[in-house]
Nanobody, 117 residues
Framework: QVQLLESGGGLVQAGGSLRLSCAAS????????MGWYRQAPGKQRELVST??????RNYADSVKGRFTISRANAKTVYLQMNSLKPEDTAVYFC????????????WGQGTQVTVSS
């Protein structure tokens, strides 16, 4: 079983910064990608950023130039969020996609990010 532990959410004023962390644990032989999604009230969950095992990064247009995804190691990813806007307010979820034939994906419990204007 795979577990994802997120941390780093909170309340910040517009223009401020936060860093989210996600650490994976459990039986993990290989990881295809890890990343972050978010869900605001009344909206569908949307991609924020992902990073593959090979280091290829992907960002939603709405966060390009403000957010940066990085890895501390194979099982830990960060999301540095700068120049935060009120519209970034959401619950942020960590996601992990296993490599190999499995391909299952797993989700963290979510961490709240609130940006005040």
């Amino acid at each position: 079983q795979v577990q994802l532990l997120e941390s780093g959410g909170g309340l910040v004023q517009a223009g401020g910064s936060l860093r989210l962390s996600c650490a994976a644990s459990g039986i993990i032989f290989s990881i295809k990608a890890m990343g972050w999604y978010r869900q605001a009230p009344g909206k569908q969950r949307e991609l924020v950023s992902t990073i593959t095992a090979g280091g290829i990064r992907n960002y939603a247009d709405s966060v390009k130039g403000r957010f940066t995804i990085s890895r501390a190691n194979a099982k830990t990813v960060y999301l540095q969020m700068n120049s935060l806007k009120p519209e970034d307010t959401a619950v942020y979820f960590c996601n992990l996609v296993l490599g190999g034939a499995n391909g299952n994906d797993y989700w963290g419990q979510g961490t709240q990010v609130t940006v005040s204007s």
